[in-house]
């Protein structure tokens, strides 16, 4: 397998708005079309169908556009987003194009400016640093001997205990060990390692250059797709009947009828069975739906009165003795001037704690904050969470490649079924899954096939 193979440049049919917008004209008398979700997916092929002749409908169950992008104003003077985040890999990447276009703000972050504490709240000693690389490696050359010496999948738990004699580990090795798994491959593909398939877990690309945040807001990507799109809210798409002549899209409350139909639900919205398909999804496709996997990252923002701990750094991370639990959190007091900690819980914890209280989550993020900072640190005063595992029009962060599938999978699930249903979504995009650029390119490719027809 690749693991996130670096790409300068990639030859992209489609990128940014003014490419959507250079499309040949259709030559043909419009044609109907109604894509379901307005993520950055739906939006990206309505954006592309709507400049070349279709009209559109984009039907949407909840009340605003973005999807898994969702920019929160609670705090006035500093939008938090409790979604997406960055744009990751700069260079080549269609969001950067978008976002210059758009003038706006980014901030680089990056993943080497990191204080890593241990369990004690102490900061590790330059031989707990080289410590730390040097369990990295041992877990690297674990997981890529498994995927070239294994002649079975294994999850990737199976991989990296077998490959670091995980057995004859000391305790604090093993602390180690846990905080690395969550925080390299936990938290960037969402799944726990004990359901990830070390065969294909990893089986995507990645632009090269920095990692950009939009200390404005994400939501300006989605509001500039948006404009001059019919997005029709509070539009809950039950089911999709392709059996005759047209399409017919039905929501909670009104039938609409199309020539076709470009879907875009999350993953976890198609494994819910929350929409029919009528006829049903071909056998493969609804057997890629079932076994690709829908990871967990949720986010806890803290803002406080004071910023009490360095700012010099934009990553945190803490050994914690169970595993999992509160290893990841980035400081936004550099990049926006603003006393705000961010939390992320991936993978098995990620959907533990969806199920707490805020009040909760609060208090337990911060008995991990007063272990590194001291007892006497004050209290937030706000915080955001999210949940989206809870969300009924995401049921999940984003998609990972779960044991017992393949990479292949993607591009099942991407395939039109025949010539008037069409898939886009992260979770279809084979190179760049998890990502809004995945996403978003997902969605021009949908209204390429459509336009081929």
């Excluded at 300006?220 to 039950?238: C, E, H, N, W």
């Excluded at 991990?368 to 969300?391: A, E, H």
Aim: contains cysteine; positive net charge; glycine residues 10%.
């Amino acid at each position: 397998m690749q693991r996130r193979k670096l790409l300068m440049t990639l030859p992209l049919l489609l990128c940014g708005n003014k490419s959507i917008t250079s499309l040949q004209a259709a030559t043909v008398a419009p044609r109907n079309a109604v894509v379901v979700g307005a993520g950055i997916a739906g939006l990206a092929a309505a954006k592309s169908l709507s400049a070349n002749g279709y009209r559109v409908i984009v039907l949407e169950g909840r009340m605003r556009s973005g999807g898994r992008i969702l920019t929160s104003r609670l705090w006035v003077d500093q939008p938090i987003d409790l979604g997406a985040s960055w744009i990751h890999g700069n260079k080549g990447n269609p969001i950067t194009s978008i976002a210059k276009s758009l003038q706006i703000k980014t901030v680089e972050t990056n993943s080497d400016a990191e204080i890593i504490y241990d369990t004690n709240g102490k900061e590790l000693s330059s031989l707990g640093y080289r410590n730390i690389d040097t369990l990295r490696a041992s877990v690297e050359n674990a997981v890529t001997s498994a995927q070239r010496n294994l002649s079975k999948d294994t999850s990737l738990q199976t991989a990296i205990e077998n490959g670091t004699s995980w057995s004859t580990r000391n305790a604090a090795d093993k602390i180690s060990l846990r905080y690395l798994i969550n925080s390299d491959y936990e938290q960037e593909y969402g799944g726990s390692y004990s359901q990830m398939s070390a065969f294909w877990f990893d089986d995507d690309y990645a632009f090269s250059g920095s990692d950009l945040l939009l200390t404005n807001g994400y939501s300006a990507i989605t509001d500039s797709l948006a404009a001059g799109i019919d997005v029709r809210f509070g539009q809950t798409v039950k089911q999709i009947n392709s059996q005759n002549s047209g399409v017919l899209i039905q929501t909670q409350s009104q039938t609409y009828s199309a020539d076709i139909v470009v879907v875009t639900l999350p993953l976890g919205v198609l494994q819910s069975g929350a929409v029919k398909f009528l006829p049903p999804l071909p056998a493969d496709k609804a057997n890629a739906i079932t076994k690709l996997g829908v990871g967990s990252l949720n986010k806890c923002v803290l803002r406080f009165e004071r910023v009490f701990w360095s700012d010099q750094y934009d990553w945190i991370g803490y050994l914690s003795s169970i595993g999992g639990q509160w290893s990841e959190w980035i400081s936004l007091s550099k990049p926006t001037g603003k006393p705000i900690l961010v939390g992320f819980n991936a993978g098995d914890f990620g959907r533990q704690i969806e199920g707490y209280t805020d009040s909760e989550i609060v208090a337990s993020a911060m008995t991990t904050l007063r272990k590194i900072f001291g007892s006497t640190i004050p209290l937030p005063l706000s915080c955001q969470v999210s949940r989206w595992g809870k969300d009924p029009f995401s049921y999940g962060a984003y998609s990972y490649v779960k044991l017992g599938a393949t990479s292949s999978m993607r591009n099942t699930l991407a395939a039109p079924v025949g010539k008037k249903v069409f898939f886009a979504g992260e979770a279809t995009h084979r190179r760049y899954p998890g990502t809004v650029h995945g996403a978003y390119l997902s969605g021009l490719q949908a209204a390429k096939d459509v336009m081929a027809l």
